[in-house]
């Protein structure tokens, strides 16, 4: 079993930056693939960007391309994910899952472990 915490959330102004982080505790961390998924009031949650063990491989969606960044530090366990250039329609819940397979994937159902989510808000 593995555990998820989130934190870094928080409210931001328009083209300002936030790094969240997400903790694993339990089970080894590796060679789980993280993730990074995000829920908006009123839509469905959607993935962001996903990483692979030995962080050699990433990938976004569309819309933060350029944006955000996703990294991580296995020796802590914990995936990072820098959002610089902030919009108001990154305004979400922010969800970090990991998926044991090792391979990062968009979907969702691919994931076996959930946190509990951060918050971030970006004001215009």
């Known amino acids: 079993q593995v555990q998820l915490g989130e934190s870094g959330g928080g409210l931001v102004q328009a083209g300002g930056s936030l790094r969240l982080s997400c903790v694993a505790s339990?089970?080894?961390?590796?060679?789980?693939?993280m993730g990074w998924f995000r829920q908006a009031p009123g839509k469905e949650r959607e993935f962001v960007a996903a990483i692979k063990w030995y962080g050699d491989s990433t990938f976004y969606q569309d819309s933060v391309k350029g944006r955000f960044t996703i990294s991580r530090d296995n020796a802590k366990n914990t995936v990072y994910l820098q959002m610089n250039s902030l919009k108001p329609e990154d305004t979400a819940v922010y969800y970090c899952?990991?998926?044991?397979?090792?391979?990062?994937?968009?979907?969702?159902?691919?994931?076996?472990?959930w946190g509990q989510g951060t918050q971030v808000t970006v004001s215009s």
């Open positions: 339990g089970r080894t961390f590796s060679p789980y693939a």
């Open positions: 899952a990991a998926e044991r397979s090792g391979n990062p994937r968009a979907a969702q159902s691919e994931y076996d472990y």
